[in-house]
């Protein structure tokens, strides 16, 4: 009996923690945040005024791309298909960030340039599956501005907390409705492999074979937060634990040219910060002895302290992103050219609501890259001859 009710009281602890996470991420407002790029030194604003003529939105919601005729990027693609020069695409984790992807293989259809296979981790794997799967851009835009706050919220279906805070099973059944229900990967029309991460051993599992929504429900299975995917006598994570943008996969697959999509707001290069952690001590110590505040403040003050500090959802979140910040020099090493949508850096997990703004930073991301996908196209046939 007593068992029981530990359980039961276990299951509402963790469920509040979570709820209470997920509303705190909403509760940020867009108008706040510094939208700062991630990819060059200029802001999101200053690119929006550079791409003003070029990227807007029209009557029905839709993301209309201009661009100029481009007779030597033209050329150069003619020559990659006599050549049999394959575009790989490879499109990297981070969540409510990926949605950047959208915009960038929108860019890249206004282009005209190829996308010959895929591989995708994460939330790379979802946008990857459904484009690879025949979904339409249009489709990709319709259903990514769609997601609100509420609906956002309704994803998520809380479990026992014995694998993962969430079952996922709500997800799986929206990708399913999307595109992906009942096919295999024998009936994509884009060549498409999946990552996600053995998780006893930590092996690095490439999915190309099977039921499409296995795949992907197993690649985008965050760490103590989705329950893992059992396949056969194994368990399997989010792919982003061992390769954060599949650019070696990519390779594998057959890509000759690689274009990366990289998700990471966490900057690898940071200093070591040094804590003496008896000063902290001794002066908080010191600032509780001074003050004379009476119980109740002290109790509030408490209660404030509580709610200021990162939620469980936030640190697995942000302990991943870390991780994979790590990794992900040695994940691009196999790309030629590496885009960063604008934006992404104060963009939060759950911030799928701010579709709009995620979809532009990759579309502005990947035309001001088109002239370094020229270059590697004119390294790769000089490689050629």
Request: proline share 3%.
């Amino acid at each position: 009996m007593f068992k029981n009710r530990f359980k039961i009281l276990l299951v509402f602890i963790l469920t509040s923690f979570f709820f209470t996470s997920a509303f705190r991420l909403y509760a940020e407002s867009i108008g706040e945040k510094k939208l700062n790029n991630t990819a060059i030194d200029l802001t999101y604003s200053e690119m929006e005024d550079k791409f003003a003529n070029n990227v807007f939105i029209t009557k029905d919601n839709e993301f209309k791309v201009i661009v100029e005729k481009d007779l030597e990027l033209e050329n150069l693609i003619s020559l990659c298909k006599k050549q049999g020069i394959k575009f790989g695409l490879a499109l990297g984790g981070g969540s409510a960030r990926g949605l950047a992807h959208v915009g960038v293989i929108l860019v890249l259809e206004a282009y005209k340039i190829p996308i010959d296979l895929i591989a995708g981790t994460s939330i790379g794997s979802v946008i990857g599956s459904l484009y690879a799967s025949g979904a339409s851009i249009k489709q990709l835009e319709e259903a990514a501005l769609s997601i609100k706050k509420s609906k956002t919220l309704l994803m998520l279906d809380p479990t026992f907390p014995h694998s993962g805070l969430i079952s996922g099973d709500r997800i799986e059944k929206m990708l399913n409705k999307l595109a992906l229900e009942n096919k295999t990967f024998r009936d994509l029309i884009i060549p498409f492999a999946a990552v996600a991460t053995e998780l006893e051993n930590g092996a690095e599992v490439i999915i190309d074979q099977g039921k499409l929504i296995d795949a992907v429900r197993a690649s985008i299975s965050i760490p103590g937060i989705f329950t893992p995917v059992k396949f056969k006598d194994y368990y399997l994570v989010d792919g982003g634990v061992v390769n954060p943008v599949p650019a070696d996969v990519a390779q594998t697959m057959g890509a000759d040219i690689i274009i990366a999509v990289n998700l990471s707001r966490i900057n690898p290069y940071v200093p070591t910060l040094k804590l003496n952690m008896d000063d902290i001590s001794l002066e908080v110590s010191k600032r509780s002895d001074e003050e004379d505040e009476s119980r109740l403040k002290r109790k509030i003050n408490q209660l404030k302290s509580t709610f200021e500090r990162p939620s469980i959802f936030e640190i697995i979140n942000q302990s991943i992103d870390i991780m994979e910040a790590k990794i992900t020099e040695h994940s691009l090493e196999e790309a030629d050219i590496v885009i960063i949508p604008f934006g992404i850096k104060d963009i939060k997990t759950l911030d799928f609501d701010e579709a709009e703004l995620i979809i532009k930073g990759g579309i502005m991301a990947t035309l001001i890259n088109i002239p370094n996908i020229k270059e590697a196209i004119k390294e790769k046939l000089e490689e050629k001859k």
